[in-house]
């Protein structure tokens, strides 16, 4: 089976958003963000997600606490890592000084300005309803620090106007190619969850990239077994679904990886080794 068969397993670990009220199995602090990395990656997971959480499970974006998180993470595996940058603020620097301090392999970047909301139907209300920020501007001065730092960037596209304008960072020269492109699929605000919208995603980007689907909720099995047959890649974890397909909840990251890894070979597809990854993702061969 050739490389174009194999497939990249990212487990998103933690979020911001969740709690344990909610999960019991999300991790905050470094060591349980590193122990849970070391079961995604026993599962056959290949790349990290990765936000940083204070011990009591509050967003953070203090750079000791990311040291600390790829510290305990390469203790315990080689798997690739990918920071967040999400952040609300049009000040980037926290997040520029974890990527030029630490350079992960990949860090995450959200491509365009969105509704970003949830919905309750039983309360008639929503849950939450935000603008989530990210001009050009923004964009820009993120793939500068990337650049820089060498690290690579995982575009995060929640919706079809975020993966078709791309195009002015090609052409400026600030997006190199081969890229690596995640459709966000499930947000109020963003891409439905059909297979229609993956499709029109898909055909959108530069074929020689390489991208995967990351489904919110538990529509997220049907969409990782779309992406699998379209010749995608896919993410699973605790950050976008809490359930097994069988609608249990996961106890662990490494469950929802051991669910995705049959699923792959269900498909007929072979999970990508850390090495078969970095080939596919234009990474170096060791780990930064």
Same mark, same amino acid.
């Given at each position: 089976?050739?490389?174009?068969?194999?497939?990249?397993?990212?487990?998103?670990?933690?979020?911001?958003?969740?709690?344990?009220?909610?999960?019991?199995?999300?991790?905050?602090?470094?060591?349980?963000?590193?122990?849970?990395?070391?079961?995604?990656?026993?599962?056959?997971? *290949?790349?990290?997600?990765?936000?940083?959480?204070?011990? =009591? &499970?509050? %967003? $953070?974006?203090?750079?000791?606490?990311?040291? #600390?998180?790829?510290?305990?993470?390469?203790?315990?595996?080689?798997?690739?890592?990918?920071?967040?940058?999400?952040?609300?603020?049009?000040?980037?620097?926290?997040?520029?000084?974890?990527?030029?301090?630490?350079?992960?392999?990949?860090?995450?970047?959200?491509?365009?300005?969105?509704?970003?909301?949830?919905?309750?139907?039983?309360?008639?209300?929503?849950?939450?309803?935000?603008?989530?920020?990210?001009?050009?501007?923004?964009?820009?001065?993120?793939?500068?620090?990337?650049?820089?730092?060498?690290?690579?960037?995982?575009?995060?596209?929640?919706?079809?106007?975020?993966?078709?304008?791309?195009?002015?960072?090609?052409?400026?020269?600030?997006?190199?190619?081969? *890229?690596?492109?995640?459709?966000?699929?499930?947000?109020? =605000? &963003?891409? %439905? $969850?059909?297979?229609?919208?993956?499709?029109? #995603?898909?055909?959108?980007?530069?074929?020689?990239?390489?991208?995967?689907?990351?489904?919110?909720?538990?529509?997220?099995?049907?969409?990782?077994?779309?992406?699998?047959?379209?010749?995608?890649?896919?993410?699973?974890?605790?950050?976008?679904?809490?359930?097994?397909?069988?609608?249990?909840?996961?106890?662990?990251?490494?469950?929802?990886?051991?669910?995705?890894?049959?699923?792959?070979?269900?498909?007929?597809?072979?999970?990508?080794?850390?090495?078969?990854?970095?080939?596919?993702?234009?990474?170096?061969?060791?780990?930064?």
């Amino acid at each position: 089976m050739g490389l174009q068969d194999k497939v990249i397993i990212t487990a998103a670990l933690t979020g911001v958003l969740a709690n344990r009220d909610q999960c019991p199995g999300i991790p905050y602090t470094p060591v349980e963000i590193a122990d849970e990395a070391k079961r995604a990656y026993d599962a056959g997971a *290949t790349v990290v997600h990765i936000h940083g959480r204070t011990d =009591g &499970g509050a %967003p $953070t974006w203090e750079l000791e606490t990311f040291r #600390q998180i790829k510290e305990e993470v390469r203790k315990r595996c080689p798997i690739i890592l990918n920071f967040s940058t999400g952040t609300m603020d049009d000040d980037i620097a926290m997040q520029a000084a974890i990527i030029r301090e630490l350079r992960p392999e990949i860090a995450a970047l959200n491509m365009g300005t969105m509704n970003y909301a949830k919905y309750s139907p039983k309360r008639k209300s929503f849950v939450f309803d935000v603008v989530f920020p990210n001009t050009f501007g923004k964009i820009e001065r993120f793939l500068d620090v990337m650049n820089e730092a060498g690290v690579k960037p995982e575009l995060e596209c929640f919706d079809a106007g975020h993966t078709n304008s791309i195009w002015p960072l090609y052409d400026m020269g600030k997006l190199k190619k081969p *890229t690596q492109f995640s459709f966000i699929m499930g947000v109020l =605000g &963003g891409l %439905p $969850t059909s297979i229609e919208a993956l499709q029109l #995603q898909k055909q959108t980007i530069p074929a020689d990239a390489t991208w995967e689907v990351i489904g919110i909720g538990k529509e997220q099995w049907r969409l990782v077994a779309s992406a699998l047959v379209l010749g995608g890649n896919i993410r699973v974890g605790l950050e976008d679904n809490f359930y097994l397909p069988d609608g249990s909840m996961a106890p662990s990251n490494g469950a929802l990886v051991e669910q995705a890894a049959q699923l792959v070979r269900l498909c007929g597809r072979e999970v990508a080794d850390i090495a078969e990854a970095r080939r596919l993702l234009s990474l170096s061969p060791e780990p930064s």
